[in-house]
């Protein structure tokens, strides 16, 4: 009789060619896509910048 060892491996990510495919991506946008991404982000600064965290107390 063979003992068999149920060992489930993840797969390890590749960090590297996320980065890479992230950059090509980014390289293919048009200037026009890229300025509607940047007002964008800086829409969403002017938000949080004026962003007012409370905190209640929890009972």
């Known amino acids: 009789m063979k003992k068999v ?3 489930v491996e ?3 990510a590749d960090y590297q060619k996320a980065a890479d ?3 090509k991506k ?3 946008s048009s ?3 890229r300025f509607h991404t940047m007002a ?3 829409k969403l600064n002017m ?3 004026s962003a007012k965290i ?3 107390k929890i009972d």
């Open 21 to 23: 495919d992230l950059l």
């Open 31 to 33: 200037y026009t896509e």
């Open 5 to 7: 060892i149920n060992i």
């Open 10 to 12: 993840e797969p390890t």
């Open 54 to 56: 409370t905190h209640k």
């Open 40 to 42: 964008r982000l800086m």
């Open 47 to 49: 938000i949080l910048k």
């Open 26 to 28: 980014a390289l293919l």
